[in-house]
Every structure is written in structure tokens, then in C-alpha cells.
């Protein structure tokens, strides 16, 4: 029993290395969704998905950039998770912008689901990066993700690359991630419906769905 658990131990640090170093979005999902699999994680867990994922991954690698994560989401003004513990929010957008919003919101305790009509990063323009920026990403691991982030006197990045480090922070922190999925607008509710909202999606194969959020959602 001890050696099958060693070598699920194992395993889950290769299956994570591969998530760690993947080079794009659906390399990506595909690592992420492999290694949920695995260790019998439930993505759409939000509250607990990061924490269990913390236990069951404890490789050296892994625990450094737990180290960073944690150090992070003990900030006052989280309160551990709690301060936007009952809310719901929509990120319209897969950019460097709307995934880091996600993070920060995943930080304060919301669930939190982003669609993004694209499933590749693919944008090569390179980003100057203010001095409170690097700090910021250099608080979330970004380094163990990408070991060239701002190294030396650089202090720039590709979109593409700046993309894939927040993915796959958001990603952790059990942000759900849809791509391939366009917004289109959103329904107004019928006159007797208070407080909710309907959002309409469609999909890049011209399918669509319907998803209802029963909380005070502001786009």
C-alpha cells in the first residue's frame, strides 16, 4: 500500500510538472485536466479545490510555488476566502486582464467563470512591465512558471506568455475556464424574476447554452 501511494505521489508530481511547463492553452487544459483526474480532484470545487491540490501534490517544485500562493491569499484583505464568499461573477475574456481579475477574485472567496472564444495564446506582442506589475506576478509564482520572468534588467513579456501564467494560476485556484465559448449578450430577466440574471453563450461550433447565475451579478 505504501509503494502504490509512492508512486501515485510520484505520478502527481510529473502530471503536475507537465501542467507547470506546458506551452499552451490547450497543452494546458489538457495537463489540468488529466491531472484533476488523477487525484480525484473536482475542479468546480471552488472553496476547496486549491487546498486539496495543495495536499495531494508535495513535490519540492510544488510546495515553492505553494509557498508563493499561500503567502498571497494571506493578504488582510481576503479574509482567508471570505470576503466575496457568496458571490458569482462572469469574466468576459481569456486576456492577461480579465484572467488576473479572476485570480483576484478568486482570492477573496467568489466563484468565479471565465469563457474565452479562443482556444489558443497566440498573441507574440511584447508587454513593458511597471515595477509594482513585476512584483505582482512575481507573487504568484510567475517565475516557477517561466524561468526567464524578468530576469536581470528585463522587464518585459510576450502576451502569450503573461497569458499562460495567469491561466494556470487562475486554474489552481479553482477559477472555471470555458474556451471556445463566445459571449453574446446578456437576457433580461422576466418582470417576476428578482435578483437574476440569464447569460447566453455560444460556442465556436455554433451551439449554445443557456447558463442562469441566481446572484447579484454586475456586467
Known sequence: MGENEDEKQTQAGQVFENFVQASTCKGTLQAFNILTRLLDLDPLDHRNF??????????????????KLDKRGSHKEYKRGKSCMNTKCLIVGGGPCGLRT???LA?????????EKRDTFS??????LWPFT???LRGLG???????FCAGSIDHISIRQ?????FKVALMLGVEIHVNVE?????EPPEDQENQSTVQFSFSAQKSVIAQWKSHLQL
Request: no cysteine; aromatic share 14%; net charge positive.
Open 102 to 104: 479572476a485570480i483576484e
Open 183 to 187: 459571449f453574446v449578450k446578456v437576457l
Open 50 to 67: 486549491y487546498s486539496k491540490l495543495k495536499s495531494k501534490v508535495t513535490t519540492w517544485k510544488a510546495k515553492a510555488l505553494w509557498y
Open 134 to 136: 513585476i512584483h505582482d
Open 123 to 128: 498573441r507574440n506582442n511584447v508587454l513593458h
Open 162 to 166: 503573461l497569458q499562460l501564467i495567469l
Open 142 to 148: 510567475a517565475k516557477k512558471f517561466y524561468g526567464k
Open 107 to 115: 482570492y477573496l472567496g467568489a466563484k468565479v467563470v471565465v469563457v
